[in-house]
């Protein structure tokens, strides 16, 4: 089987599980949702202060609904063995999690990004504001599940694995949340926020070139 | 890659590889690394509190960048240590490189911590608040986090061989924060100042007050180094306490004592 083929093949097994655990998927968004939802009622409703706050809010909010679906990446897969088996096919690991990471993007990154426009319409966001938002969850939301890999492999199996995953994962993710959010309230200042826009992307490339190799090095610790 | 047989010992990289030969290394040279580093602090502070003018802007409040200063650079510094150790072990396999690692880990997450308390200490009296959300700030705070995680992993996975390479991962993947720290003062202006000293420009202080920083500096790198070599030495007994090597010299420091 060539590698693309496997990669392909990978996507789809995926996908398929997925759906059928569709109600997994349904708690991430709701997740986000309700995330999104808490912080008008912390801080007051004030048209004017809730979209200043809001890309930077569900940002933050799309940020946490991915680590809540991070352990779902390989942890089923490694305890049912699916994963060792999956290792054995002669095929190079990383294109088993690259494979793997589309997929996790697939369900997570992109319902995430096709919803957010419903909350930023709460939180008072103009349209172009909202285009903003959606393209940075676009090219973002894709490092979240790559980065997030290789914390979910090097985690796998450790004693208090979740917990570990968010204190590695986080400060990862960083630059994305500061770069995506930049780019929405540079629209907001006036400015076209493709700056930030293209550095997003950069990290994007870099990210997803590099993580499914060193992810694919965590994951063969943990199968040992 | 085999260690030559022959040839001189000290030609041969790999001879203090081995955590056997590396570990009477590292009990030499720890009094020498702790001697020069209390010389070298005790100059550094005499000079930069007692001989140093006060700043023209600043006063006297700002000599806590003797401490500061050479604080954030050894944060820096140690991260990118770790990663260079993490390569080495990914690379060569050679298990001190990982323990080097792991032992360099708690200097770095002390640097850190010690660089964002006397950031805060100067912050107060100068910019008339203990933190703001600044990038410089901010990426040393995660810098700190990038420390503590990748201590509570390399703690928390039980068989040392894939602490070591987890841990090597890990070192290599945050390694990437250092450069945004390190050019923050470049590219975002915002709160905290300028680099003191450039390679381009020479440095913007009084040659007392450099020459004090730069010996707190190199102060710090022997603190930091005694340290690290002496929590190899401990790594190493734990690691090889089966082995008989390890076993003879528990013997015999339980017979002297």
């Given at each position: 089987m060539s590698s693309w083929a496997f990669f392909c093949t990978v996507i789809r097994r995926d996908l398929f599980l997925a759906w059928q655990q569709r109600g997994d998927l349904l708690v991430g968004l709701v997740f986000f949702v309700l995330v999104a939802c808490l912080f008008p009622l912390a801080i007051g409703p004030e048209a004017k202060l809730l979209s200043r706050i809001g890309p930077g809010v569900l940002w933050v909010a799309a940020i946490l609904a991915n680590l809540l679906a991070l352990p779902r990446l390989f942890q089923a897969d490694w305890q049912d063995g699916t994963l060792e088996q999956l290792l054995l096919a002669p095929a190079p690991a990383s294109m088993m999690v690259a494979g793997k990471i589309v997929a996790h993007w697939l369900t997570t990154g992109v319902p995430l990004t096709?919803?957010?426009?419903?909350?930023?319409?709460?939180?008072?966001?103009s349209s172009d504001l909202l285009l903003m938002l959606m393209a940075t969850l676009f090219i973002g939301t894709p490092v979240l599940s790559a980065l997030g890999s290789i914390g979910a492999?090097?985690?796998l199996g450790v004693r208090q694995g979740d917990m570990l995953l968010a204190l590695l994962v986080l400060p990862l993710y960083a630059p994305v949340l500061i770069f995506g959010s930049g780019a929405v309230a540079a629209v907001a200042g006036g400015l076209n926020g493709y700056a930030e826009l293209?550095?997003?992307?950069?990290?994007?490339?870099?990210?997803?070139?590099?993580a499914p190799w060193l992810a694919a090095m965590a994951i063969k610790l943990a199968v040992e | 890659m085999k260690p030559h047989a022959d040839g001189p010992r000290w030609l041969n990289i790999f001879h203090f590889a081995s955590p056997y030969q590396f570990y009477p290394l590292?009990?030499?040279l720890i009094p020498l690394f702790a001697t020069l580093a209390v010389l070298l602090a005790i100059a550094g502070l005499w000079l930069g509190f007692a001989i140093a003018p006060a700043d023209a802007?600043?006063?006297?409040?700002?000599?806590?960048?003797?401490l500061h200063v050479p604080t954030s650079w050894m944060a820096m510094l140690i991260y990118v240590a770790m990663a260079f150790w993490s390569v080495m072990h990914l690379i060569l396999r050679t298990r001190l490189s990982a323990m080097m690692a792991q032992a360099l880990a708690p200097t770095g997450a002390l640097m850190a911590f010690l660089s964002l308390f006397t950031g805060a200490l100067w912050g107060k009296p100068m910019w008339g608040t203990w933190w703001v959300w600044d990038a410089r700030l901010t990426s040393m705070l995660l810098l700190f986090f990038l420390y503590l995680g990748f201590i509570a992993l390399t703690r928390s996975i039980d068989e040392p061989d894939r602490a070591d390479k987890a841990g090597s991962v890990l070192a290599i993947v945050g390694v990437f924060n250092v450069p945004v720290i390190y050019f923050s003062v470049k590219w975002w202006n915002t709160l905290h100042q300028g680099a003191s000293i450039s390679i381009e420009k020479g440095s913007t202080m009084a040659s007392t007050m450099l020459i004090g920083m730069l010996l707190?500096?190199?102060?710090?790198?022997?603190?930091?180094i005694t340290t690290t070599l002496s929590r190899v030495r401990n790594l190493i007994l734990q690691r090889e306490a089966r082995t008989r090597w390890v076993q003879e010299l528990l013997a015999i420091s339980a017979n002297k004592a």
């Amino acid at each position: 089987m060539s590698s693309w083929a496997f990669f392909c093949t990978v996507i789809r097994r995926d996908l398929f599980l997925a759906w059928q655990q569709r109600g997994d998927l349904l708690v991430g968004l709701v997740f986000f949702v309700l995330v999104a939802c808490l912080f008008p009622l912390a801080i007051g409703p004030e048209a004017k202060l809730l979209s200043r706050i809001g890309p930077g809010v569900l940002w933050v909010a799309a940020i946490l609904a991915n680590l809540l679906a991070l352990p779902r990446l390989f942890q089923a897969d490694w305890q049912d063995g699916t994963l060792e088996q999956l290792l054995l096919a002669p095929a190079p690991a990383s294109m088993m999690v690259a494979g793997k990471i589309v997929a996790h993007w697939l369900t997570t990154g992109v319902p995430l990004t096709l919803i957010a426009p419903l909350l930023g319409v709460q939180y008072g966001l103009s349209s172009d504001l909202l285009l903003m938002l959606m393209a940075t969850l676009f090219i973002g939301t894709p490092v979240l599940s790559a980065l997030g890999s290789i914390g979910a492999a090097l985690t796998l199996g450790v004693r208090q694995g979740d917990m570990l995953l968010a204190l590695l994962v986080l400060p990862l993710y960083a630059p994305v949340l500061i770069f995506g959010s930049g780019a929405v309230a540079a629209v907001a200042g006036g400015l076209n926020g493709y700056a930030e826009l293209s550095l997003l992307a950069a990290i994007a490339c870099g990210s997803l070139f590099l993580a499914p190799w060193l992810a694919a090095m965590a994951i063969k610790l943990a199968v040992e | 890659m085999k260690p030559h047989a022959d040839g001189p010992r000290w030609l041969n990289i790999f001879h203090f590889a081995s955590p056997y030969q590396f570990y009477p290394l590292a009990g030499r040279l720890i009094p020498l690394f702790a001697t020069l580093a209390v010389l070298l602090a005790i100059a550094g502070l005499w000079l930069g509190f007692a001989i140093a003018p006060a700043d023209a802007q600043q006063g006297e409040g700002y000599r806590i960048i003797f401490l500061h200063v050479p604080t954030s650079w050894m944060a820096m510094l140690i991260y990118v240590a770790m990663a260079f150790w993490s390569v080495m072990h990914l690379i060569l396999r050679t298990r001190l490189s990982a323990m080097m690692a792991q032992a360099l880990a708690p200097t770095g997450a002390l640097m850190a911590f010690l660089s964002l308390f006397t950031g805060a200490l100067w912050g107060k009296p100068m910019w008339g608040t203990w933190w703001v959300w600044d990038a410089r700030l901010t990426s040393m705070l995660l810098l700190f986090f990038l420390y503590l995680g990748f201590i509570a992993l390399t703690r928390s996975i039980d068989e040392p061989d894939r602490a070591d390479k987890a841990g090597s991962v890990l070192a290599i993947v945050g390694v990437f924060n250092v450069p945004v720290i390190y050019f923050s003062v470049k590219w975002w202006n915002t709160l905290h100042q300028g680099a003191s000293i450039s390679i381009e420009k020479g440095s913007t202080m009084a040659s007392t007050m450099l020459i004090g920083m730069l010996l707190m500096s190199l102060a710090a790198w022997m603190y930091s180094i005694t340290t690290t070599l002496s929590r190899v030495r401990n790594l190493i007994l734990q690691r090889e306490a089966r082995t008989r090597w390890v076993q003879e010299l528990l013997a015999i420091s339980a017979n002297k004592a």
